[in-house]
């Protein structure tokens, strides 16, 4: 192993040693350990919304079968950005406070559809990452019982865009909720939790679709991601895994285009690891006579 | 409540627990092992590029059967599910190997100086190394005693097998990891 001679010069019994010394004091990286935390909370939260569908006493056809892929997606939401951490919270507060007002409403409860700022669907064209620039919670919002002590500080959420769409933002809490506010909230979230639910079917499309090696359908779901949601929950794990993709499909160039303008634009995604990676790979292709 | 649990695939005991109850348990989960976890994923081959995601799956699937895992039972099950996770993840890796390759820690290195930093590098890819001309057997039994300095008790108990097994596979797992490290450094001489 090149580098390691000197590593090999020391005595087998102390080398031994400190190679299991170094291995001992090997600890997990922070953000791992506090994107386990809101993941884990997300996927109790999955719990709870399963228990909460009794409360809210609809939608209980959504759930069928989605519940693990919502708290799925739900936590990449969450560690990627503020607003996985807003549907949460409405969650957590009509789970566990069905009498305090929910008072939320989500961004994923607004359609995006018709964005005049949607950017062209074919991934040949260099297309630039649509990034949704995600506002920090409002220092007036309600904190969340459980999910927020987890949650990744407002500071870290990505702020960078790269088309000028309109902010996710969350609206101020009701001073004096009612009933119809209640159910509107309802509705909201049930509303969010359907487009949410269709944002993580696609994804999840996708990710089947790079682990068997199949680029083009990769790129296929991701096309009609970026299609229907120019401004989604999930858009960070769509850039990844649209890098992924790209770069499986063979436009190592473009790959690497887009690799460059993910770690620039959210430099404190969890996925920044992995798309250095691929990164990596793809100058290492492009030196190469 | 008990209608959508029965229709579901797999419906979650912890369901009925109230999500504070979940949440809570959840987060001491992490809190307790999530280096051990961690250490563990990577000293099974899994790359530190993608040592997040694996532990990530680990805590997930124990956030969701949460209400099967025995208090005090935390870390069997966790093992279990590295394990899972890890062959999982080694047999897709295998296939863009190309595409993942390890890349410097995120965190933990401001404290570090390049030096420290290299040689920690340099340390860890050589047992890796070294850890992987083991068979898995032994390697999960070297890794839980010299890296997590586990007792063989504890290892038994954890892994499922007994105290013997756990001691005769340490013994030619051990010399194992010597008999490489001979090699290596005859190689490097």
Same mark, same amino acid.
């Given at each position: 192993?090149?580098?390691?001679?000197?590593?090999?010069?020391?005595?087998?019994?102390?080398?031994?040693?400190?190679?299991?010394?170094?291995?001992?004091?090997?600890?997990?990286?922070?953000?791992?350990?506090? #994107?386990?935390?809101?993941?884990?909370?997300?996927?109790?939260?999955?719990?709870?919304?399963?228990?909460?569908?009794?409360?809210?006493?609809?939608?209980?056809?959504?759930?069928?079968?989605?519940?693990?892929?919502?708290?799925?997606?739900?936590?990449?939401?969450?560690?990627?950005?503020?607003?996985?951490?807003?549907?949460?919270?409405?969650?957590?507060?009509?789970?566990?406070?069905?009498?305090? +007002?929910?008072?939320?409403?989500?961004?994923?409860?607004?359609?995006?559809?018709?964005?005049?700022?949607?950017?062209?669907?074919?991934?040949?064209?260099?297309?630039?990452?649509?990034?949704?620039?995600?506002?920090?919670?409002? +220092?007036?919002?309600?904190?969340?019982?459980?999910?927020? &002590? &987890?949650?990744?500080?407002?500071?870290?959420?990505?702020?960078?865009?790269?088309?000028?769409?309109?902010?996710?933002?969350?609206?101020?809490?009701?001073?004096?909720?009612?009933?119809? !506010? #209640?159910?509107?909230?309802?509705?909201?979230?049930?509303?969010?939790? &359907?487009?949410?639910?269709?944002?993580?079917?696609?994804?999840?499309?996708?990710?089947?679709?790079?682990?068997?090696?199949?680029?083009?359908?990769?790129?296929?779901?991701?096309?009609?991601?970026?299609?229907?949601?120019? #401004?989604?929950?999930?858009?960070?794990?769509?850039?990844?895994?649209?890098?992924?993709?790209?770069?499986?499909?063979?436009?190592?160039?473009?790959?690497? #285009?887009?690799?460059? !303008?993910?770690?620039?634009?959210?430099?404190?995604?969890?996925?920044?690891?992995?798309?250095?990676?691929?990164?990596?790979?793809?100058?290492?292709?492009?030196?190469?006579? | 409540?008990?209608?959508?649990?029965?229709?579901?695939?797999?419906? @979650?005991?912890?369901?009925?627990?109230?999500?504070?109850?979940?949440?809570?348990?959840?987060?001491?989960?992490?809190?307790?092992?999530?280096?051990?976890?961690?250490?563990?994923?990577?000293?099974?081959?899994?790359?530190?590029?993608?040592?997040?995601?694996?532990?990530?799956?680990?805590?997930?699937?124990? *956030?969701?059967?949460?209400?099967?895992?025995?208090?005090?039972?935390?870390? *069997?099950?966790?093992?279990?599910?590295?394990?899972?996770?890890?062959?999982?993840?080694?047999?897709?890796?295998?296939?863009?190997?190309?595409?993942?390759?390890?890349?410097?820690?995120?965190?933990?290195?401001?404290?570090?100086? @390049?030096?420290?930093?290299?040689?920690?590098?340099?340390?860890?890819?050589?047992?890796?190394?070294?850890?992987?001309?083991?068979?898995?057997?032994?390697?999960?039994?070297?890794?839980?005693?010299?890296?997590?300095?586990?007792?063989? @008790?504890?290892?038994?108990?954890?892994?499922?097998?007994?105290?013997?097994?756990?001691?005769?596979?340490?013994?030619?797992?051990?010399?194992?990891?010597?008999?490489?490290?001979?090699?290596?450094?005859?190689?490097? *001489?």
């Amino acid at each position: 192993m090149p580098g390691s001679d000197a590593l090999l010069d020391k005595p087998s019994a102390e080398l031994t040693e400190l190679l299991l010394r170094v291995a001992r004091a090997d600890a997990a990286p922070r953000e791992a350990r506090e #994107r386990a935390l809101q993941n884990v909370a997300a996927a109790a939260l999955g719990l709870g919304v399963l228990s909460g569908t009794a409360v809210l006493g609809s939608r209980a056809s959504l759930l069928k079968g989605t519940s693990w892929l919502v708290a799925k997606w739900l936590a990449a939401g969450m560690s990627t950005g503020l607003l996985g951490l807003t549907v949460a919270q409405g969650v957590v507060q009509l789970v566990a406070e069905p009498a305090a +007002p929910p008072a939320l409403s989500t961004a994923t409860s607004t359609p995006a559809r018709a964005n005049p700022h949607s950017v062209p669907l074919a991934p040949e064209s260099a297309a630039p990452l649509v990034v949704a620039q995600l506002s920090p919670a409002t +220092p007036a919002a309600t904190p969340a019982q459980s999910v927020a &002590s &987890s949650a990744r500080a407002p500071s870290s959420a990505p702020a960078l865009a790269m088309a000028p769409v309109a902010p996710i933002a969350r609206e101020p809490k009701s001073p004096s909720p009612t009933s119809s !506010a #209640r159910t509107e909230a309802t509705s909201a979230l049930a509303n969010s939790k &359907s487009s949410l639910t269709r944002e993580l079917t696609l994804l999840e499309q996708a990710r089947s679709a790079l682990a068997q090696r199949a680029a083009g359908g990769a790129l296929q779901a991701l096309d009609q991601y970026r299609s229907e949601f120019p #401004r989604g929950a999930l858009q960070v794990e769509a850039a990844a895994l649209r890098v992924e993709a790209v770069g499986q499909s063979g436009d190592r160039a473009l790959a690497q #285009r887009l690799a460059l !303008a993910f770690l620039a634009n959210f430099p404190t995604s969890a996925r920044c690891a992995r798309v250095r990676a691929y990164s990596e790979v793809f100058v290492g292709d492009a030196q190469k006579p | 409540m008990s209608d959508l649990s029965l229709a579901l695939d797999s419906p @979650p005991a912890g369901a009925r627990d109230s999500v504070g109850n979940s949440d809570t348990r959840a987060r001491a989960l992490v809190n307790d092992h999530f280096d051990f976890v961690w250490r563990l994923l990577r000293r099974l081959g899994i790359p530190e590029a993608d040592a997040d995601d694996a532990a990530q799956q680990v805590f997930i699937v124990g *956030t969701r059967r949460l209400a099967d895992i025995l208090l005090g039972n935390e870390r *069997t099950f966790l093992y279990g599910a590295a394990l899972r996770v890890a062959s999982t993840m080694r047999r897709n890796s295998a296939r863009r190997a190309r595409f993942i390759r390890s890349v410097p820690a995120e965190s933990d290195t401001s404290l570090r100086t @390049p030096h420290d930093e290299l040689e920690r590098h340099l340390a860890l890819a050589l047992l890796d190394q070294l850890l992987s001309s083991l068979d898995d057997d032994q390697r999960a039994i070297f890794v839980l005693c010299e890296i997590e300095e586990l007792t063989a @008790p504890q290892v038994a108990a954890i892994v499922n097998i007994p105290v013997g097994t756990v001691a005769s596979r340490l013994r030619r797992a051990r010399h194992s990891f010597g008999a490489e490290l001979k090699r290596l450094k005859a190689q490097g *001489t």
